[in-house]
């Protein structure tokens, strides 16, 4: 890596580096979904999921000497041991459906 890349990397905000993979993805066909305002949010989760076909990224952005807080390491943990994703409409009448998965044991 040059010198210069070292200082243009240095001097990237997070802000424009995650707007920069935002950008890079959704040309590339990614649909791409991130929580702009995150304060009323519980801590941690990351930056920015993106889904193209079967594939799904789900990534954290910082800048080259940004720190992940405990929260954050503890969400990508817990993505990291994914197997299984499942994605629906849910509605009221659903319920005892979503308690019977959200109870059951876990594979």
């Given at each position: 890596?040059?010198?210069?890349?070292?200082?243009?990397?240095?001097?990237v905000t997070?802000?424009?580096?995650?707007?920069?993979?935002?950008?890079?993805?959704?040309?590339?066909?990614?649909?791409?979904?991130?929580?702009?305002?995150?304060?009323?949010?519980?801590?941690?989760?990351?930056?920015?999921?993106?889904?193209?076909?079967?594939?799904?990224?789900?990534?954290?952005?910082?800048?080259?000497?940004?720190?992940?807080?405990?929260?954050?390491?503890?969400?990508?943990?817990?993505?990291?041991?994914?197997?299984?994703?499942?994605?629906?409409?849910v509605r009221?009448?659903?319920?005892?459906?979503?308690?019977?998965?959200?109870?059951?044991?876990?594979?």
């Amino acid at each position: 890596m040059t010198a210069a890349r070292r200082t243009l990397d240095a001097a990237v905000t997070e802000r424009e580096f995650l707007a920069a993979i935002i950008s890079l993805a959704k040309l590339n066909g990614w649909a791409t979904y991130h929580t702009h305002d995150s304060r009323r949010s519980d801590p941690g989760f990351p930056d920015l999921v993106a889904v193209r076909g079967a594939q799904m990224l789900i990534m954290e952005a910082k800048r080259e000497k940004g720190r992940v807080t405990p929260e954050q390491q503890a969400w990508i943990d817990r993505l990291w041991q994914v197997k299984y994703v499942t994605a629906s409409v849910v509605r009221p009448h659903d319920l005892d459906e979503i308690a019977r998965v959200l109870t059951a044991r876990a594979r």
